[in-house]
């Protein structure tokens, strides 16, 4: 089990938010070799996202910052 520090919390939310947008202008791409892979990671990382998002609000009132404001419009 990894404890993540709760001000560390909406960071690494935010990342991954940040990453899965990286990635779907990635899939975009007509440049990008090995669709396939990206397709892979993408699923996982959307995957991740969605697990973070669950476990920070369940953790919600501790870290003090409400998620509907880290990530409007999720």
Known sequence: ?????????????????DAVLYQEGLLRSETIRDRSDHEEHYVYLTQFFEFLKKEYKQNEEEIGFPLEKLLPGE
């Open 1 to 17: 089990m990894i404890t993540i520090p709760n001000p560390y919390a909406a960071l690494l939310v935010t990342a991954v938010r």
